[in-house]
């Protein structure tokens, strides 16, 4: 009896080779462009590593290198027209997805998103911002699946720019106001995140983390880790967004607040490690008036941290140099919303500094101290 295996691919127009290739053990890389889509996929149904690595000139300029079905081992689709959206599908296997931006266009700027789902396996993302100004906008959804993924998300520079075109020093002009988004999610299994910025905001930075809910049944305390260091200063008109779902965080902020920054740490129903530690930089004013005496309205931060259910041992240490209007300077304050809440367990614990933030919210923690 002849039993016949039949791979289902929704939307290629090829009909793939699985046994052959399974015989031979190779992994293969394969790609379909459709308008401004560039869909990068592994073909056939193998569980076998993938490396994918894009890199990016930021102004549409693609070119991928992985072990491509017809044996090379990079394409250049720089001359093919504007890519404005990857999706990547690497299925079973420990894949490699590796993304370098290494161009910061002053004209020509292209946005691009890449839409990554590296299956399951124990897979690895790298996102290499190259320490350039961003331009345009760039927008990573990323989806690690089973296995135990590691994100790395490095040397994010500039979101968007001052304007100024040439020097650094500008009067009046308009910002370049970018959106970096990066959106990972874990998945099942120990996953792990590694985000870095060190450039200033001028647009939306939104900062999103999944890492899923799976634990070690002996301890209950999850497998999941964020850990995010964040220094940059979030200017005039911009917004940072830091948001966490799983049961290890550990976010860092260290720099001014002139716009609007949220940093919203949940827990999950088991018991969490949650770190918040802010350090606002005095604000020296960039408003209509930079600098002038008395312009006293600064930026807002919120900070919303939930342990949920579970024994939670909870850190929010803020210092605030932006508090007082010295010649030219702007204070940073805290929204009314911020809230840090232990949850339900009933052996939190927790040190909560936050005596720079009037007003805020501390409940469902046992066991506080320094408040
Ligand atoms: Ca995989
Ligand atoms: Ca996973």
Redesign the pocket.
Known sequence: MIRRHVTRTADRKFRPAVEALEGREVPAVDFTLAGNTLNLFQFGNINKTDNVSITDDGKGGIKVQANFKDGSSSKDFSGIGSITNIDVKLKGGNDTLNYNLTGSPTTGAKPLTITADLGDGN?KFNADLGNVALLADRTFNVA??????TFKVSNVGDVGSNGSSSSSSSSSSTPVKTNLTVNLT??????SADITLSGAIFGTANITWDG?S?FNPFNLKSLDSLKATLNSNVNKGATLNVTSTGSNADVKFNGQVNGTATFNITGTNKDDTLSLNLNIAANPGQGAGSGTSGETAGGTVTIAVDGKAGNDNITVVATNAATAAATGAEAVGFSGASKVDGGAGKKDKGTVSISTIPGIQVVNIEDIKNI
């Open positions: 897979d690690g699946k089973n296995g135990n993924d874990g998945g099942k299994d120990k996953d899923g799976t």
